[in-house]
Nanobody
Framework: QVQLVESGGGLVQAGGSLRLSCVAS????????MGWFRQAPGKERELVAR????????YNANSVKGRFTASRDNAKNTMYLQMNSLKPEDTAVYYC?????????????????WGQGTQVTVSS
């Protein structure tokens, strides 16, 4: 059974940085396409970044491109999200997700496994 555990969330002032981590309990991490999503109160879950099996990345250009960087370390079964220049509107619960089937998943329904989420709060 695949388990994903996020960490690294917290309270930060606007303009600050945080790095989120997602550790996967899988045999071969490189077999999974990974994603970061976030959900603010009263809003739908939103795609933040995707990192594919090859290590290439794609971002939600409308909100985080240029500020957030996703990466993965297959040797450590870990995915990261470096978040810089944080804004109050980045406040949300951040989730990592994994897909073992699709090469380029993009919607929440295309991911098979989810972490429990980590809270990120950005104060103004």
């Amino acid at each position: 059974q695949v388990q994903l555990v996020e960490s690294g969330g917290g309270l930060v002032q606007a303009g600050g940085s945080l790095r989120l981590s997602c550790v996967a309990s899988v045999r071969t991490f490189s077999d999974y396409a990974m994603g970061w999503f976030r959900q603010a109160p009263g809003k739908e879950r939103e795609l933040v970044a995707r990192i594919f099996r090859s290590g290439s990345t794609a971002y939600n250009a409308n909100s985080v491109k240029g500020r957030f960087t996703a990466s993965r370390d297959n040797a450590k079964n870990t995915m990261y999200l470096q978040m810089n220049s944080l804004k109050p509107e980045d406040t949300a619960v951040y989730y990592c997700a994994a897909s073992s089937i699709r090469l380029y998943p993009s919607t929440p329904g295309e991911y098979d496994y989810w972490g429990q989420g980590t809270q990120v709060t950005v104060s103004s």
